[in-house]
């Protein structure tokens, strides 16, 4: 059986090109970048709370989880009944005010009469016109808290803090809702993609670092933009910029590919490979002439945008590996 296989494996050789030498390739360790495959999700740069500043019912809510909006838009609307009742009582109060000002003016202009003819003081003169101030302050007063009624009543209308899309709407028309409630809550300012990292490679990552992203469309690139320097969970939190990611959906969870160390490796170009009937070739040149010899090969690697394979056993550094044929 070992005959066999031996004169099996000469065959297979002899069917191998064994074309004149056109270029070699002296091997030696290089060092290769070690990648670590994680889950990244697509986060909104600013998630912001839209909160109602009126307590009372939700008469109105315009929109809905996916719709995009702008800073300043009305989301919802929140109508509180004893508004109303506050505003009657302070008109009520400035009619009753501007009458009795009306009166001190009247008083006032027969005090002056009087005190010409002689008949009254000039001490009561001095208590009808401070009774007119009085009174005119009253009513500037009461305005003052009138547009204070008004606002709450203008504060009921809930607005976008900043334009983006809508993520969430936790509640529905016809509810209730206390100040300070949340009724929607927008993501905008963009979007990135935030991972976590086991702890164990945090040395390694470096901001500014070119980043793989696996995507629907096909191979990315982005640049991780911050690293946060606590650690939760035994993970550390990343930030990578990618141009174009899709923002169909936040937290969507996306294949990341991050360099996490450097190692040495013995490289071919994809190019000097050769498989015939399962096994794996290289052409290495020797004193008595080129042979074939069978090798196990490791992981793909981009090197100066030539692709190139990891050699695992089969060669040894110094070997001239025949990249090129005639």
């Not at 334009?163 to 809550?185: D, K, Y």
């Not at 995507?215 to 933009?225: D, E, M, V």
């Not at 040495?264 to 290495?284: I, K």
């Not at 190139?308 to 070997?319: K, P, Q, R, T």
Request: proline share 4%; net charge negative; glycine share 10%.
């Amino acid at each position: 059986m070992t005959m066999y296989k031996t004169i099996a494996a000469f065959a297979v050789m002899a069917m191998l090109p064994m074309g004149a030498l056109a270029k070699d390739l002296v091997l030696a360790p290089v060092s290769v970048t070690e990648w670590k495959a994680v889950y990244g999700r697509i986060e909104a740069r600013s998630r912001i709370p839209a909160r109602a500043r009126l307590g009372g019912t939700l008469v109105a809510l315009a929109v809905s989880e996916g719709d995009v909006v702008t800073a300043g838009q009305v989301l919802a609307q929140v109508v509180d009944a004893k508004i109303d009742y506050q505003l009657a009582a302070v008109d009520a109060q400035l009619q009753a005010l501007a009458a009795q000002l009306d009166n001190a003016k009247a008083e006032l202009v027969r005090g002056e009469d009087l005190l010409a003819r002689g008949v009254t003081t000039a001490q009561r003169l001095d208590a009808l016109r401070t009774q007119v101030d009085v009174l005119a302050g009253q009513i500037a007063a009461t305005g003052a808290d009138r547009k204070v009624v008004e606002q709450q009543a203008l504060e009921g209308a809930v607005l976008a803090p900043i334009a983006g899309r809508v993520l969430s709407v936790p509640v529905a028309a016809g509810a209730v809702v206390m100040p300070g409630e949340e009724v929607a809550t927008i993501g905008g300012g963009g979007i990135f993609l935030r991972v976590a990292v086991p702890e164990r490679h945090a040395a390694f990552l470096q901001e500014g670092a070119t980043i793989r992203i696996e995507t629907p469309a096909g191979t990315a690139q982005g640049t991780l933009a911050r690293i946060y320097p606590l650690i939760e969970n035994g993970r550390v939190i990343a930030d990578v910029d990618v141009p174009d990611l899709p923002e169909s959906f936040i937290n969507a969870r996306v294949l990341v590919r991050l360099p996490v160390d450097l190692r040495m490796a013995l490289m071919v170009p994809a190019t000097a490979v050769m498989t015939r009937t399962g096994l794996d070739f290289v052409e290495v040149a020797e004193a008595e002439g080129p042979v074939l010899r069978t090798v196990v090969l490791g992981q793909h690697q981009m090197v100066d945008g030539v692709g190139m394979i990891e050699v695992l056993s089969g060669v040894v550094a110094g070997d001239r590996v025949v990249i090129g044929h005639e």
